[in-house]
């Protein structure tokens, strides 16, 4: 590898530079996974919906070299962490846990799909990235929201969680408001406008995720 540093890299990545000694197949095809969690476990969640929306919308983009792949955290039955577990549980636990982490380490980058619950992001999700540290360091993330004011106030509390956890979160996010692109505040019909977002937040995760992999 090159003596270069880590803000030339990080800088070459996304803005290009001087490629002439990069060797051929690195351009244009940057073979990542990027993961959509649906970051809701509550019965009847609305979260199911927006996922596969991100998620065909991402597909439909046909990015070359870029795979991607959605993940329900309510199929990962993970304890509240620090509690106290019967010797039953403790197996169940141990076994959601790894399966967890093993899942989130996978990928490049993440697309968080984040309801807001009391101006925060849902404590099941802040749960589950309680778990992880180095499954998810130096690697990118964006989010989609959906609120009352389209989970705006969850993505903020995100950004301070995932900062901790050395994730990279993208500007430009994408939020649902349940007024306006839910009927009944249930059945998802999101308005035309949100595919400008959400180009614009793909571009952006590709572009940190394919960067910061040259760092890991």
Known sequence: MRNTSFISRISNALFGGNTQTQPTEEKGKLNMKIGIISGSVR???????VTE???DFAVKRNDEGVEYEMVALAD???PLLGSK?????QAE???AIQAWSAKIASFDGYIFVT????HAVGGALKNALD???PE???KAAGFVGYGSLGGARAHENMRVILGELSVATVHTTVNFSLMTDFENMSNFVPNDYHAGNATAMFDEVIKWSGALKTIR
């Open 43 to 49: 019965e009847g969640r609305n979260s199911a919906a």
């Open 53 to 55: 929306w991100i998620h």
């Open 76 to 78: 990962y039955d993970l």
């Open 85 to 89: 577990l019967s010797a039953e549980r």
């Open 93 to 95: 636990a141990g076994a």
């Open 115 to 118: 309801p807001e619950y009391n």
């Open 131 to 133: 778990f992880l540290k």
């Open 136 to 138: 998810v360091a130096d």
